[in-house]
């Protein structure tokens, strides 16, 4: 057996991998190498033995079958504190291996292009990698193994500076290992247990060199997060909580938010955050959202940061006070200045500037965070959206696709004899996108690009219509001439008849109620006009 140490090292991704060779050459390490990483190790001058070698087996089966042998996985399982397991490897004449580096087939990647085969995606199963990685995140005492190129840095700095790997750290890559293994085969089962497959014939199974149909609702679910933090309690002090983020987050998702200063960000926080930042970046033009308890109390789009918070703050000072505000637009010092006369628990926006960070640099307990915009684009990934949402049940999820439906101008359909004017119709749209973001039963009253009443979370959705007016009044402003948006349908004419009460001049509803023309004579009766939108926003 040998006294010096071995690695072996076979990666898919190249990055990183010829520094870390020559780190571990350089402490006297044997390198160990297959395929495509020996070649490149090679070409740039390394002493590098192929698998095949050491195995005295050559790679078979289009390279199916390298790493799977004794010699591989005897070097790697065998403890070194075991005279037994040490006696078999002197017997057979297996050398111990003392660091592993292996990066998977890219089988997650190779499944997200768009026309995936079936074929592509077997061949790109990993079987010989998985395997390996076991054999030594089992044995993390005697193997050190790396599975991430962000590791390298980590390995080659205790390498240098005290020749071994601390179990500390060892430990730590194993259970890095394990996880990953965890995360590869989630995804493997996701996408196999997604294919349809006809039950009653082989015509159902599909062509290999063909895109399979995947179901949106797999067979099995596999949640794959990764946990960024815990957090002091839930959402009261007697329970314990922690954020967990997706392997890879969306761009312009809460989770990648920056935090530039206050303290620590709660479970409350956290959820309340994310309702304002979904609905403020469904914006195009500048726009404030200010949440409380998981409902916008004010929504207003203006010229800049300043008028957007202003009238925004306009719809419910009270309900602002301790609440969260997002802005999809850069804080100035102005609208600093105006923000930092409140109570505000968590401020969002993709930037600020120097001078509006210098005014909450007093507030100290003020959280600011800086979230990138999503670029934007046609799925929900590029939207920095969910594509599914998940909700706990007892002993079970419930799953479904994210609301991401977007309405426009040409959806909507005129069901009175008077018609919206240009600006009602702008209204109508802003009122409907907010209403998405608001608890059911959700009533939203606006006018000029801002909410002027809101109600929310009721079981009836007359309720609903008379807490936005009662709010309206609290902030002394004027519902004569709002838009109101209902995020289901009027089941009869009385909640109509109540935001019309109240000033509401336009309507717009999903429609699809059996009383709907019951709801439209009496939108033509009191002469208001309305508008079906054809889909409802529950939010529960």
């Known amino acids: 057996m040998n006294a010096q140490k071995t ?7 190249k990055t990183g991998i010829v520094e870390l060779a020559q780190a571990l ?98 061949e790109n199963i990993d079987i010989g990698g998985p ?52 995360q590869y085969d989630g995804a493997i089962s996701d996408y196999l247990s997604a294919i349809q497959i006809a ?8 062509a290999g060199d063909k895109a399979p149909v995947l179901d949106l609702f797999p067979g099995q679910s596999n949640g794959r997060f990764v946990k960024v933090q815990d957090l002091r309690y839930g959402e009261n002090s007697h329970q314990q909580a922690a954020l967990y983020r997706d392997l890879m987050p969306a761009p312009g998702s ?15 926080n956290i959820a309340d955050a994310d309702a304002a930042w979904e609905c403020v970046k469904s914006f195009d033009t500048p726009a404030c959202v200010i949440v409380k308890h998981a409902n916008p109390c004010g929504v207003a789009v203006g010229a800049n940061a ?49 001078a509006a960070l210098e005014v909450f640099k007093s507030k100290v307990n003020v959280r600011i965070l800086q979230i990138d915009l999503p670029k934007g684009g046609a799925s929900a990934w590029d939207q920095g959206r969910n594509l599914m949402d998940m909700k706990r ?44 973001y608001v608890k059911s039963n959700a009533i939203v009253f606006c006018k000029g690009g801002m909410t002027m009443g809101v109600g929310a979370g009721q079981m009836s959705r007359l309720d609903s219509a008379r807490i936005a007016s009662i709010k309206a009044g609290h902030a002394n402003l004027s519902l004569a001439g709002t838009v109101v948006a209902s995020d289901a349908f009027f089941p009869f004419r009385d909640g109509l008849d109540v935001v019309v009460d109240h000033g ?24 208001v006009s309305m508008v079906f939108s054809g889909v409802r926003h529950f939010r529960h």
């Open 199 to 206: 039950k009653d014939d082989n015509e159902g199974v599909p």
């Open 131 to 182: 395997a390996m990685v076991r054999s030594a995140a089992k044995n993390w005492k005697d193997v050190a193994v790396l599975t991430d190129a962000a590791q390298y840095d980590t390995v080659i700095a205790e390498l240098k500076a005290n020749g071994v790997v601390s179990d500390k750290t060892k430990l730590g890559l194993s259970i890095a290992a394990f996880n990953r293994i965890s």
């Open 306 to 354: 300043l008028e957007a918070y202003s009238k925004a703050f306009q719809t419910d000072p009270t309900s602002a006070f301790g609440g969260i505000i997002a802005l999809n637009t850069e804080l100035d010092e102005a609208g600093a200045q105006q923000i930092s006369k409140q109570f505000v628990e968590v401020l969002m926006a993709p930037s600020f500037t120097a």
């Open 25 to 122: 050459h350089a402490q006297g390490v044997k390198l160990l190498s297959t395929g495509g990483t020996a070649k490149l190790l090679a070409d740039k001058g390394l002493p590098v033995t192929e698998v095949a070698e050491m195995t005295g087996f050559p790679e078979m089966l289009d390279g199916r079958v390298k790493t799977l042998h004794p010699r591989v996985h005897g070097g790697l399982l065998a403890r070194r504190d075991f005279p037994t397991h040490m006696a078999a490897l002197a017997e057979h004449d297996i050398n111990t291996i003392d660091f592993l580096v292996v990066n998977l087939y890219p089988f997650e990647a190779t499944v997200a292009k768009a026309g995936c085969t079936l074929e592509d995606a077997i």
């Open 7 to 13: 690695a072996l090292l076979s990666v898919s991704d």
């Open 393 to 436: 049940i007892g002993s079970g999820i419930l799953l479904q696709t994210a609301d991401n439906h977007e309405l426009a101008l040409s959806d909507l359909k005129v069901v009175t004899t008077k018609q919206p004017i240009a600006e009602e119709l702008n209204d109508l749209l802003f009122a409907w996108k907010v209403a998405k």
């Open 254 to 268: 809460l989770v990648t938010a920056k935090q530039l200063q206050g303290k620590e960000l709660s479970y409350n």
């Open 504 to 527: 509401a001049t336009c309507v717009i509803q999903p429609g699809g109620s059996m009383r709907d023309q019951e709801v439209i004579d009496a939108a033509n009766e009191r002469g």
